[in-house]
């Protein structure tokens, strides 16, 4: 558990209780916080937006699968802030009602995400098709409500042990260390103490011309940032212009502020869209 300056008593995670963000919540606030399921991540944003929870918690990218690229536009339309991270072990594992075996199944049903993390494992099943879903867990939580023979889901062991299922195989995913980033994001960025502070995300963008992109990393390199994530967005409305998404680590903030207070002048637009603790420190 995560100790934090203000209290944090709800909070949105995209899925039912059981999925990866459910672990995430629990480990970072404490089990008796409440858990908000959300089966999109834009009903856990307007969860936030309403008021309804206090903070939510977000995939933000892989380590197999790479960027989750929806979910920073949703952070940078809505103007939301990083407040938090925390990194987790991803294990995949294949469930079914009990007394089945691998032959029995015939459908297996999963989010998108983890489907791709385990497409090496079902090359040995060609009789098994694999079915894009909404949520990890709630596949499970829909297998036991209705009681679906020879179909399977991918899920955590916390969703077999909730939805009482059997373990049909471990740790499926190809890359068998497989993390996957989560951000905690509240509407204003008061959760973390200054003191605590080595880690930003930021959003901004540059004139079109040779050396642009350059400049910026050269300031971060010079004031001693170490970028650890970049990523670009296009601008929906303005054709082959883009938003560069990064983060950077530091071990003194008054190096990152001079570093934003340069990048602001640099870029045509400039946003932080977080200021937190490093959580792989």
Known sequence: MINTVETIRSV??????????????EDYFGREVHV???????????????????AVIMAIENSIAGSIIPNYALLDNHDLHIVGEYYLDVQHQLMALPGQQLQD?????????ALL????????????????DKDTAEVAQRIREKELKHVAAIASKLAAE?????????SIQTIKHNETRFVVVKKQNSLVPEADINKASIRFELEHKRGSLAAVLN???????????????PKINTPWKYAFFVDVTFDKITDF???????????????????????KI
């Open 257 to 279: 502020k001079k570093a934003k207070a340069l990048i602001e002048i640099m870029a045509e637009e400039f946003k932080v869209l977080g200021e937190y603790k490093n959580a």
């Open 117 to 132: 993390q385990c497409k090496e494992f079902f090359k040995k099943y060609p009789h098994i098709k694999l079915i894009e």
């Open 219 to 233: 300031v971060m390199s010079d004031c001693r940032l170490n970028l650890t994530k970049i990523q670009s967005l």
């Open 162 to 170: 909730l939805f009482d299922l059997e373990i049909l195989a471990e």
């Open 105 to 113: 199944i015939h459908e297996v049903y999963s989010h998108p995400m």
């Open 36 to 54: 908000e399921e959300c089966l999109t991540f834009d009903g856990v944003v307007q969860s936030l937006m309403d008021g309804k929870t206090d």
């Open 12 to 25: 949105a995670i995209q899925g039912v209780k059981g999925s990866f963000h459910h672990i995430v919540a």
